[in-house]
């Protein structure tokens, strides 16, 4: 179910800040031997102005944007998945993060859906936007790296 790259829809996505409960779509960046997850968290509220809203990497550090768009319809997965609306991944430590596997399937065991895997050429995409990023925490840059690295042969 957490394998890399694939896309989960968790029914009740509990945000630990407190916010409310709601449904939300997870895709798997990188699995460690069913230890620890990094996940990457996509919402539909949009933040980009419309000069930049692209599919894929939007990197403007001058204006404080790093982020992958999914833009609505377009085929992603491998099995024709696709977004309804124009989703995003803000990257950022809160948006792409490390989890315990264990506690992650002893949370949503019976409240997750996998709907499919992303492409290779998307998820080569997403994974080399996480890696340009200045947002997200050294520790998840090294595994980003490793799997650049395999991905790259």
Known sequence: MYSQK???YVLKYDFENGQTIKPRYL???????MTSLV???ITSQDYIPDSL???GCINEPDRNIHCHVFLKETIIGEN???FPLNSFIYIS???VFNMDSQKLIQKYQDNVEVKDRLTDEEFS???YCIYKSKYISRGIKKRIEITLQKLLG
């Open 27 to 33: 895709i798997v960046i990188d699995n460690d031997d």
């Open 53 to 55: 809203l692209q599919h």
């Open 6 to 8: 694939n896309i989960v």
């Open 80 to 82: 024709g998945f696709y």
């Open 125 to 127: 995409n997403l994974i």
């Open 39 to 41: 996940l990457s968290l």
């Open 93 to 95: 430590s809160s948006s």
